[in-house]
């Protein structure tokens, strides 16, 4: 047969014979895609190297070095028992991930409700962790008027929070 003029055209002659190749060597679906995958990306580099020999055998020759290639990883990466993976989680569940963004959410919204210093006072305070003076100096107002202007905005946060838990 003549050598095909491109990477497609291999392809599609020989990949299937390349996947049941592999498949028997590996015995495994998902591994064998992949260095199906491998070997005709392999391939595609090394197709100006060609040297005109039959184009079936060089194939296989380069599948075969994929699959090398890929035991040898595989026997690299040591698969972990199941318990070592159950000490690494830290308890957050997508459900829970779920309900704090949902959470994060309602309070976003509420914050956005308040009156502009408000929600500037609480900004800086809550969610920045600045002192009372320094948030009274960025936001050019006296401290014992930041104090109220936080109150206020807690104590609306307080009263919109109990009336959602109240209609639920």
């Known amino acids: 047969m003549a050598a095909p003029n491109s990477i497609d055209e291999l392809y599609m002659l020989y990949m299937k014979d390349v996947y049941r190749y592999l498949l028997f060597l590996c015995h ?75 959470q994060r959410s309602e309070l976003d919204n509420a914050v956005s409700a308040l009156p502009e210093k408000q929600k500037q006072a609480m900004l800086l305070h809550d969610w920045h962790d600045l002192s009372y003076q320094e948030c009274a100096d960025i936001m050019g107002i006296g401290l014992s008027y930041y104090k109220v202007l936080l109150f206020r905005a807690r104590q609306t946060l307080r009263r919109l929070n109990e009336g959602g838990t109240e209609h639920e």
């Open 28 to 102: 495994d679906h998902f591994t064998a895609e992949d260095i199906v995958q491998e070997t005709f990306y392999r391939a595609y580099l090394y197709l100006d190297s060609y040297k005109g020999e039959k184009v079936k055998p060089w194939l296989f020759r380069v599948a075969h070095h994929a699959l090398i290639d890929y035991k040898r990883k595989e026997k690299r990466s040591s698969p972990r028992e199941a318990a070592f993976f159950g000490g690494l989680t830290d308890g957050i569940t997508p459900e829970l991930l779920l309900m704090r963004q949902e």
